[in-house]
């Protein structure tokens, strides 16, 4: 590249800008912006609705130095490079740094560039394929600052008046509640219903085989109660087993397309445990560049992305990358993937830069979850252009009387992509059938009831939501992570055990929204509107249009609401039959902002609060309650104790439920497992009723009401 003197570059980050820097040498300079530095003011509306929705743009509190200190570098170069991220955001950063220096120096060149990959051919490349600022993009960023700002602004105040002070509502934000509301209530309106399975165990010389009852009466078994299975049992006790029917089946099994940021959240969630914001921020990282040896280096491209494109070059480079390591698995074509309906298909999809950097020749330099995340996002490119892989089934049916029994075996015959993978990889089931023929008898040495209950709806995880959002066309790759961060923010909701629970608060106003604003709050309005916001971009739809369309009839229900809600302020408040320990009086229950809590009803004169009991303790001879604790000073994690500690040592770490056990009176709580997902128990060990019948049987050895480790630390 032919040397310049005097170019300043402008970014986003500073890891960015460190990275960049080393790649283009003498004659650069490059700064970064720390994102946004011109934007609505947060203390008032700052749109003017008379006047075709004009915008009041300052400088963001806490930047002005930054942007007087590129201002200032400005003075000294002859051109400037505006290089922020290739999406709308970035797009209206790049808009509003040129127009400030404008100001001052209205002779200065610029130019915009962008690239996907922080290498530098991709700078290079980018440097000198330079463009004009897209006013489209930036006139959809700010329709949507501005929609965002109109529905915020004047929902906001609806909550303070009529709920309590320093509330907040979204518009994407809302909705993605309304979906997590809507599932808490399936999961606590399910009822579970006990169910039974019946496998027999087989052998034939030694060899040992597991079977699953599959047919009964020439019909799929319906196992109700423990008797069903019962007289099955005893029907089939001195019967033979023949094998019926013996199948095999050969599967194709295609190699999935390489990430997009909602796979990719998704894919971090269910493989490593990462919320999606730690996702992101460890992405982010990736892009930005880690220091490998003497080089820093950008390792992924760019991560905010809805396309499974890749580009020619790094085709070839993976082609070559696997020809090289894994010959007999290259396909004699690149293989493409189809972008979904709807996508901006601005970037590329994520993928390593260096294929020939693999994850375990970078295990040195990344720190643990750089290097898992870099794993599967390298693993996935790679085995993206691999052939597929191959199995094969097969299926065995023995006969006993009226009843099928089913057992199946299956192994790869081809591993195809699945070579390179061991992040991503699935643990096969091991089941490996002997040698049988039709017509022949296998010993029958027992049967193996079971006894299950079925399964309600699981709550939202981050990657369950996240894939509802992208499925529904709510949000955008920039905004899934943070619409879950502003939820959990604001308390609307919290994360246990990984899944994404509604608070009392989150729920309230949930309800104030849906029945007072049932548009805005629709998953189809807020798709449509994302569509619209698309259509901006494409030059195919007017902001100000827009934005008349939505406001005018928006702002008269915003009126109409505010006007006619009843005040919910004091109505939350229930006086309790709880008596003040200090002061004698009745205490009061309130919400606050992490849920309800009992305040003394002599409140200032008395400022004693407590948890809201949750249940009777189920100690006999105890009146105690049962309240949420902490250990570690608050900070730790949540219990369930009773009041009278320490006369009383109850301990749960199962959340106590509203329900009483209809056969013992005891309380139900709410369990979670692997197997089982979210489920209701009874809290008495030796209580049946909703339990398993190993933990039946085992009440007293298998008892979670007693920890010694919560105990001490009560």
């Not at 069903?228 to 295609?254: G, S």
């Amino acid at each position: 590249m032919k040397e310049n003197k005097n170019i300043l570059l402008i970014v986003e980050s500073p890891a960015k800008a460190r990275t960049i820097e080393k790649y283009l040498g003498k004659g650069y300079q490059v700064e970064a912006s720390m994102g946004h530095l011109i934007d609505l003011p947060k203390s008032r509306l700052a749109v003017d609705v008379k006047h075709n929705f004009t915008p009041e743009y300052i400088t963001v509190r806490g930047k002005a130095k930054i942007l007087k200190n590129l201002i200032q570098k400005a003075k000294r170069t002859e051109k400037i490079l505006l290089a922020s991220d290739n999406d709308r955001e970035g797009e209206a950063i790049s808009y509003h740094i040129k127009n400030a220096i404008l100001k001052k120096y209205p002779q200065l060149e610029f130019e915009r560039i962008v690239f996907n990959e922080i290498t530098p051919s991709a700078i290079r490349e980018a440097i000198g394929t330079s463009r004009d600022i897209d006013q489209d993009k930036v006139a959809a960023q700010k329709a949507r600052r501005i929609l965002d700002r109109l529905v915020g602004y004047h929902l906001s105040p609806i909550l303070w008046a009529k709920v309590k002070n320093g509330l907040s509502a979204g518009r994407v934000q809302s909705v993605a509640l309304r979906l997590l509301c809507e599932r808490e209530i399936e999961v606590e309106n399910f009822i579970p219903e006990e169910y039974w399975s019946l496998q027999v165990n087989l052998e034939k010389k030694s060899k040992k085989i597991l079977a699953q009852l599959v047919e009964y009466k020439k019909l799929k078994p319906e196992l109700k109660l423990q008797k069903d299975v019962e007289a099955i049992i005893k029907e089939l006790k001195n019967i033979e087993f023949t094998v019926k029917d013996i199948r095999q089946v050969e599967k194709v099994i295609k190699p999935k397309a390489p990430f997009t940021t909602s796979k990719l959240q998704q894919a971090a969630a269910t493989r490593l445990g990462f919320t999606s914001r730690k996702t992101m921020r460890i992405a982010q990282q990736l892009y930005e560049g880690i220091n490998i040896g003497s080089e820093h280096v950008g390792l992924i491209t760019y991560m905010r992305t809805d396309s499974t494109r890749i580009a020619g070059s790094a085709l070839g480079q993976v082609r070559d990358f696997i020809k090289q390591y894994y010959a007999l698995e290259l396909p004699p074509k690149a293989l493409f993937y189809s972008v979904a309906k709807g996508a901006e298909d601005a970037h590329e999809a994520i993928r390593p830069t260096y294929v020939d950097k693999t994850p375990e020749s970078l295990r040195s330099s990344l720190s643990s979850e750089q290097f898992k995340l870099y794993a599967i996002i390298w693993e996935q490119f790679v085995a993206s252009q691999m052939k597929p892989a191959k199995s094969s089934t097969i299926s065995v049916d023995f006969e006993a009387g009226a009843a099928v029994f089913r057992s199946s075996s299956t192994k790869m015959i081809e591993k195809g992509f699945q070579k390179v993978l061991k992040q991503l990889a699935s643990k096969e089931k091991k089941n490996v059938l002997p040698k049988l023929t039709v017509g022949e008898k296998v010993e029958c040495t027992g049967f193996k009831p079971e006894q299950h209950f079925t399964s309600g709806p699981a709550r939202y995880t981050d990657a369950s939501i996240i894939k509802t959002l992208e499925e529904n066309g709510i949000g955008r790759p920039s905004t899934y992570a943070p619409i879950i961060s502003v939820l959990q923010d604001r308390y609307y909701i919290v994360r246990k055990n990984k899944q994404l629970v509604p608070t009392t608060l989150g729920r309230i106003i949930n309800d104030i929204l849906i029945k007072s604003f049932p548009d805005i709050l629709n998953v189809n309005f807020t798709a449509e509107m994302e569509s619209k916001l698309d259509k901006i971009e494409e030059h195919s739809q007017e902001w100000i249009a827009m934005l008349k369309e939505f406001y005018p009839p928006f702002k008269i229900q915003v009126d109409h609401v505010m006007e006619t809600l009843e005040s919910l302020k004091g109505v939350l408040d229930e006086e309790t039959d709880y008596t003040c320990e200090k002061c004698g009086r009745k205490m009061i229950k309130k919400l606050g902002r992490f849920g309800f809590f009992l305040a003394c009803g002599g409140f200032p004169e008395c400022r004693n609060t407590k948890s809201v009991p949750l249940a009777d303790c189920p100690r006999d001879n105890c009146d105690g309650k049962i309240i949420t604790r902490r250990r570690q000073g608050g900070r730790g994690r949540e219990f369930y104790g009773c009041t009278n500690y320490p006369e009383c040592d109850f301990i749960s770490h199962f959340k106590p439920i509203n329900q009483s056990c209809p056969k013992c009176g005891k309380f139900l709580v709410e369990k979670t497992d692997k197997k089982r997902g979210s489920y209701k128990s009874c809290i008495n060990p030796l209580c049946n009723y909703l339990h398993t019948a190993d933990e039946y049987e085992n009440g007293n050895k298998q008892s979670a009401i007693l920890d010694e480790e919560s105990r001490n630390s009560a």
